[in-house]
């Protein structure tokens, strides 16, 4: 018989204070996974159209995958649920050490219902559950919740918690773990979906063995593809000047390639070169638990506190025009504390800036905060506002898209969102692939999750920006024009389905982006689940699963109206850099790609590509 390796939920009840497991059957884990596959068809079951996000019938979903703590980067953990910024489905991944923990003490999943009369944390530790009280913590930051809540559990556990954001039901905020490393599941506002809740923590330990079907077979495969799980040279290289040069050389081409440059109004900046010499000096080598890379998201200041990323240094930095890297630490490490997503909030911040040089709010609005270009030291104050729910940052912690709805007229011109999600650090008009999927992902503006890593291979080739193997069983293996829209949209269909096994494997796209196979990841399942599954199977899963999330949004209302870019996408060239005069035709794109898809041309799967993919329950909302 299978080993049924991703097999046990814990299922806590709030209202109640009381939980159990359950273990789901395996038709359902094959057809949907694990992580953000299993996921999707939880939350497709268990809510409604009319569903509000921050309600007590709201589900919040924390999910690992079936290779979840037995091979290299698999430390990922998913957070799903619906979205209190977009409305829709929200999803957030994070790495360090709380996925493979969570495994490793007997759970492949926790699932949350209702809400707690008192603020509670969860004491998760090998195979024993403990619901206890958090009121110690309650207003407490991410850092000093991990420490409070190690020094009453174990001091080797790993702590995922909110900090007064999520408390405060800011819809930007996010769901930190691991402490002064912080490691965010940023996107979507699950921070607030938790605050809702009334839950402050979930704190793991476990030492536990993983059961496994044929482990030697596993074993055996990982060794042969262990170079593969090395994608970056920060990792293989210790002289601190080769780290700086390559750091440099990355952060340079990011900019070249396309960042966010004055709420994406241009299209380069000398400002950013000076600030990647900068930070490249104050950062050493951080992992994830059980991968071998120190990629570019794993850095620490030498003081051990997570350093910033690029996606913070883009949103925030180079899109408010802030070159003072000390500033920026700072404002990061705030966000992190406060439990901010970094893409959201410098967005927003940005936002604010060009509605002030616009005249639309004045200092007046921002109780004195003088929010011009460059001010740093007012950026951090905002975000101080934001984290706290206080002065205009009240308003601004609603997201852009609803900040726009509300002051309306042209302040809608300057907002730049998809479906409600802003924008990530890489222009869409520099890569037709990224505009495409930006457009249609099922979360909005996501550059991770669904594929979204895996959009850069489309012109990865070209570019030879990354070092990318190619999918030949995707059909993916010859240069691929960025300004190009035809074939963009099969190719991208191709990635998807691909990427979505990805995030429900629940692994880590930085490292396994078109490293291994299909077919590698389909004999891997076969040694961890005793499953006869193929390439065929596996590609066909990815595929279901995202046409479930589709179908999720589309009894939400979502449809072909929502596909859209922001028009400063579609109708304003960046000006300069290596792709200043590029526009994506997004129309020509979205229709190849609803071809490709079996949709209508409405954007909504047909009811006879819901019964190909064995999603029946869909059928009511289906064309």
Not at 31 to 60: H, R, V, Y
Not at 242 to 262: H, M, Q, T
Not at 514 to 520: D, E, F, H, T, V
């Amino acid at each position: 018989m299978p080993v049924q390796v991703y097999s046990k939920l814990l299922q806590i009840d709030l209202d109640k204070e009381t939980f159990d497991s359950t273990v789901p059957g395996e038709k359902v884990l094959r057809k949907f996974l694990g992580g953000a596959g299993l996921g999707a068809k939880i939350l497709w079951d268990e809510t409604t159209e009319a569903t509000d996000p921050l309600s007590s019938k709201s589900i919040l979903l924390f999910m690992l995958g079936p290779l979840t703590g037995l091979i290299p980067a698999s430390s990922r953990y998913v957070v799903m649920g619906l979205s209190p910024l977009t409305g829709i489905l929200g999803q957030a991944h994070s790495g360090g050490d709380w996925g493979w923990k969570l495994r490793h003490a007997g759970f492949d999943g926790v699932i949350v219902r209702g809400r707690a009369s008192r603020p509670l944390y969860l004491w998760i530790h090998n195979g024993e559950v403990e619901i206890r009280d958090a009121s110690l913590v309650w207003g407490r930051d991410t850092y000093e919740t991990s420490d409070a809540l190690q020094k009453e559990t174990h001091e080797g556990a790993s702590v995922l918690a909110i900090g007064q954001a999520g408390e405060r039901l800011v819809n930007v905020a996010c769901v930190m773990n691991d402490g002064k490393r912080g490691r965010a599941a940023a996107r979507c506002g699950l921070g607030a979906l938790m605050g809702s809740k009334n839950l402050k923590a979930i704190v793991v330990r476990g030492t536990m063995k993983v059961p496994v079907c044929d482990e030697e077979g596993l074993r055996r495969f990982v060794k042969g593809a262990q170079k593969k799980f090395v994608p970056y040279p920060i990792g293989e290289r210790p002289e601190e000047t080769k780290k700086v040069e390559y750091y440099v050389n990355s952060f340079k081409g990011l900019i070249d390639r396309g960042a966010p440059i004055k709420n994406w109004t241009r299209g380069t900046s000398v400002l950013g070169y000076s600030l990647a010499e900068e930070v490249a000096k104050t950062q050493k080598s951080d992992f994830c638990m059980g991968c071998p890379s120190s990629c570019s998201e794993s850095r620490l200041t030498k003081d051990g506190e997570r350093h910033m990323v690029w996606e913070f240094i883009g949103p925030l930095g180079l899109n408010c025009l802030i070159g003072d890297a000390e500033i920026l630490q700072r404002t990061f490490s705030l966000c992190q504390r406060y439990g901010l997503d970094t893409i959201s909030t410098g967005n927003i911040i940005a936002y604010a800036m060009e509605l002030m040089e616009k005249g639309i709010i004045t200092t007046s609005d921002t109780e004195g905060l003088d929010l011009t270009w460059g001010n740093g030291q007012a950026a951090f104050e905002m975000v101080e506002q934001i984290g706290k729910r206080t002065g205009f940052g009240e308003i601004l912690g609603m997201g852009v898209k609803k900040v726009s709805e509300r002051l309306g007229g042209r302040a809608l011109e300057y907002a730049l969102h998809v479906k409600g999600l802003e924008m990530p650090a890489h222009d869409p008009r520099s890569s037709y692939s990224l505009a495409l999927h930006y457009s249609v992902c099922n979360l909005g503006a996501s550059h991770f999750a669904e594929g979204g890593c895996f959009a850069y291979l489309l012109d990865g080739y070209e570019r030879g920006f990354y070092n990318l193997d190619s999918i030949p069983e995707l059909g993916i293996m010859a240069k691929v024009l960025r300004d190009e829209e035809k074939g963009k949209g099969e190719y991208l269909v191709k990635l998807q389905n691909f990427g979505c096994m990805i995030d429900s494997l629940s692994l880590c796209s930085n490292v396994h982006r078109g490293k291994i196979q299909p077919s590698g990841y389909a004999e891997m399942l076969r040694y961890a689940t005793g499953w006869d599954i193929d390439k065929e199977e596996f590609l066909l899963t990815g595929e279901r699963i995202f046409n479930l999330k589709r179908m999720f949004n589309v009894r939400r209302g979502i449809s072909r109206k929502d596909d859209f870019l922001p028009l400063r996408f579609l109708t304003h060239p960046r000006g300069d850099g290596d792709s200043a005069n590029m526009l994506p035709h997004l129309g020509l794109m979205l229709n190849e790609y609803y071809s490709h898809r079996g949709w209508s041309e409405e954007g909504v799967p047909t009811k006879g590509k819901l019964i190909e993919l064995g999603l029946d329950e869909c059928l009511k909302y289906g064309m």
